[in-house]
């Protein structure tokens, strides 16, 4: 009996015990919960207006600036993630929703970080007067602004796109709206999620420098972190100190990858929807290293139940029985949708009212005319820079799609290019045009490409690692040539994702104008001719009719574009060519 005894105990510590892996693995949570409460003392510290923030470029502080930084974009990218679920699934719900929703998200990308900057700094100083929150808060916000709608896009689309026998299959077991969100949709999201979230987590880094560097107004405030470092780089000329900027912004960018990013990963395997197995699957270190655990994996296995209870929770759960609707439930619906057609309509009406009285009373029409040029001269970059990204990019993100270990190897490397600020080629930018005497409204449309060709090859590896390899080996088994391959396999089933990110990449694009219009190199400052200029000068000198101008025009004309072109490719590769 004894003998029986000892051994189910020692089994029972053997399972549930914890383990030395257990150790390494509480280090490392227990050094997260030290950063986010050493992050977050350091937002509420006390702060007042006109009260310089002493910025160093002594690389020792470098450690602590990254790490503010870091906590900024991973708050935003916390936001983001919340805002993603709720309005993209909102929009694929409901289509009176959609008809607001996804036009406004096209608004909103086009709207340069400066627009959101000039209002933010304000409103959130304002709300937290005497604390550091005020500016903490302001950044965070522009940077979720940076991430949320290239999320938002993508996640729209891959709920689009789940196949019919999955929500078949929903529809057999009962499951509640509440419950397909997590059971069907999400996990079919997944893949293209994680991507689109890596997209946007190196776009932060892109507009960090002028989010944490504010100059709004004839002020400037520069909270501690690598993009004010980088600011005051530049503004210095001091190369090596960019030299070290650069190398901490690698490191972060791989440690980052290998604790979050990878993981995820690695993790989201498991919700491709293949019917044959991948020889090749991504893995992580820092997964195994939580299944060496027992104490972890206990844990890990309860937070699950909990999780389950509190998707299958009684609440949830919808109790109505499907039934087909009437003909005068029909009518009735159609007609609501009328009403909202026609409320949408009116709004729109009143809104180009308001902007033309604002127009007529506050700006001349000789400026809004030659505003619109500028609008026209940016949108011709744009369009340059569409073309050459996809004839660029989409050959290689499918090479790196389909193969999930070089996917594995390029992930981090094509973080830090994507995260890559394109302040930092302003040095070489600037002494090849005054050196070689070119033209500035030429050479600084590739630093337009440098802020936006990323959300093009991001969603096009997503699009390739969704194909299923059954449909693969069916065309390896035919003995497709190369051309019938792509015209037949890859590029119908990549066409959603690449429409995607085009239009997410005509937003940064837009964006990335601010900063490629106008590039300087200590008191070298060389100006395009280009709307993204325009609303630079007017942001800094604090004129707000003519940011509202600038702002206003780059609105309209992304819109315009965006409905004309880009949403009727969409439903194109909606209807025509969804991976099912």
Wanted: charged share 10%.
């Amino acid at each position: 009996m004894n003998f029986l005894s000892n051994t189910f105990m020692n089994a029972y510590r053997k399972k549930h015990y914890p383990n030395y892996w257990d150790a390494v693995a509480l280090f490392f949570v227990l050094s997260l919960v030290i950063f986010f409460a050493w992050s977050a003392k350091q937002m509420s510290a006390p702060y007042h207006v006109g009260e310089p923030l002493a910025i160093s470029l002594d690389p020792s502080n470098l450690p602590g600036y990254a790490l503010r930084t870091v906590s900024r974009m991973l708050l935003a990218l916390l936001f983001s993630l919340i805002f993603t679920f709720v309005v993209a699934t909102w929009a694929v719900k409901s289509k009176r929703a959609e008809k607001i929703i996804i036009p406004f998200i096209d608004i909103l990308q086009s709207v340069p970080i400066l627009g959101y900057l000039s209002v933010a700094v304000v409103a959130f100083i304002g709300l937290f007067p005497g604390s550091m929150l005020g500016p903490e808060c302001a950044v965070v916000f522009v940077l979720f602004t940076s991430q949320a709608w290239n999320m938002v896009l993508g996640f729209y689309q891959t709920m689009s796109s789940v196949p019919p026998d999955l929500k078949e299959a929903a529809n057999m077991f009962h499951l509640s709206a509440w419950q397909r969100f997590w059971r069907i949709e999400v996990p079919f999201s997944m893949p293209g999620l994680l991507w689109n979230t890596m997209m946007s987590m190196s776009a932060g880094w892109f507009y960090v420098v002028f989010s944490e560097a504010i100059s709004v107004n004839n002020q400037t405030i520069s909270l501690p972190g690598i993009g004010s470092y980088i600011a005051l780089a530049i503004n210095t000329m001091n190369l090596q100190a960019i030299g070290y900027a650069i190398l901490t912004m690698f490191i972060v960018i791989l440690a980052y990858d290998q604790f979050l990013f990878r993981p995820l990963v690695a993790w989201s395997e498991k919700f491709k929807s293949d019917s044959v197995s991948s020889e090749q699957e991504a893995s992580s270190w820092l997964i195994n290293l939580f299944h060496r655990t027992r104490f972890m994996r206990n844990l890990g296995r309860k937070i699950a139940i909990l999780f389950d209870r509190f998707v299958n929770a009684a609440m949830f759960r919808s109790r109505a029985q499907w039934h087909r609707p009437t003909a005068i439930a029909i009518r009735w619906e159609r007609s609501v949708g009328w009403a909202w057609d026609i409320v949408i309509f009116i709004t729109l009406i009143a809104a180009l009212l308001y902007s033309g009285q604002f127009v007529v009373q506050h700006v001349t029409l000789s400026e809004t005319r030659h505003v619109f040029m500028l609008g026209l001269i940016t949108a011709l970059r744009v369009f340059i820079m569409i073309i050459v990204c996809s004839l660029i990019w989409v050959p290689v993100g499918v090479w790196i799609g389909l193969r999930p270990r070089l996917a594995e190897v390029m992930q981090p490397i094509a973080q830090f290019l994507a995260a890559f600020p394109a302040n930092l080629l302003y040095p070489l930018v600037v002494i090849m045009i005054v050196k070689y005497h070119l033209s500035v409204n030429v050479w600084v449309t590739p630093l337009m490409i440098l802020g936006s060709q990323w959300y093009i090859l991001f969603n096009v590896i997503a699009g390739a690692t969704a194909i299923p390899k059954d449909l693969l080996q069916v065309a390896d088994n035919l003995g497709l040539n190369v051309v019938l391959r792509w015209r037949r396999l890859i590029l119908p089933a990549i066409f959603p994702f690449y429409i995607t990110g085009a239009i997410t990449a005509v937003g940064g694009a837009w964006n990335a104008s601010i900063a490629a219009e106008v590039v300087s190199w200590g008191n070298e400052k060389l100006v395009a001719t280009g709307l993204g200029a325009y609303i630079t000068q007017y942001t800094k000198a604090g004129d707000f009719i003519h940011i509202a101008l600038g702002i206003g025009m780059m609105c309209i004309l992304v819109l315009v574009l965006n409905r004309l072109i880009w949403r009727p490719l969409y439903r194109l590769a909606m209807t025509r060519f969804p991976l099912e």
